[in-house]
């Protein structure tokens, strides 16, 4: 089992930049698959990016591609979420979520652990 425990989120302008991160207990961090998902008020939980165990795959929901980075250091147990050229639509609670099997997927119900958020929001 691992938990998750994210950070990071604050309030910032439009085109300003935001590092989240998300810390994970338990030795066995760099068994799990990682993701960042975002729920705006209103709105259903939607998928942001994902990392492989390794780092070496990356996606990305096409509204964020180009603008965030997601990354990893599994010495540190750490996932991170660089996000660039914010706008007021990415304004949400971001989640990182933990994948036992590996294979890339933007589906929640495929994540088996979750933190608790932490909340992004962007004035224009």
């Known amino acids: 089992q691992v938990q998750l425990v994210e950070s990071g989120g604050g309030l910032v302008q439009a085109g300003d930049s935001l590092r989240l991160s998300c810390a994970a207990s338990g030795r066995t961090f760099s068994s799990y698959a990682m993701a960042w998902f975002r729920q705006a008020p209103g709105k259903e939980r939607e998928f942001v990016a994902y990392?492989?165990?390794?780092?070496?795959?990356?996606y990305y929901a096409e509204s964020v591609k180009g603008r965030f980075t997601i990354s990893r250091d599994n010495a540190k147990n750490t996932v991170y979420l660089q996000m660039n050229s914010l706008r007021p639509e990415d304004t949400a609670v971001y989640c990182c979520?933990?994948?036992?099997?590996?294979?890339?997927?933007?589906?929640?119900?495929?994540?088996?652990?979750w933190g608790q958020g932490t909340q992004v929001t962007v004035s224009s």
């Open positions: 990392i492989s165990r390794s780092g070496g795959k990356t």
């Open positions: 979520a933990a994948r036992v099997l590996g294979s890339p997927t933007v589906v929640t119900a495929s994540y088996d652990y």
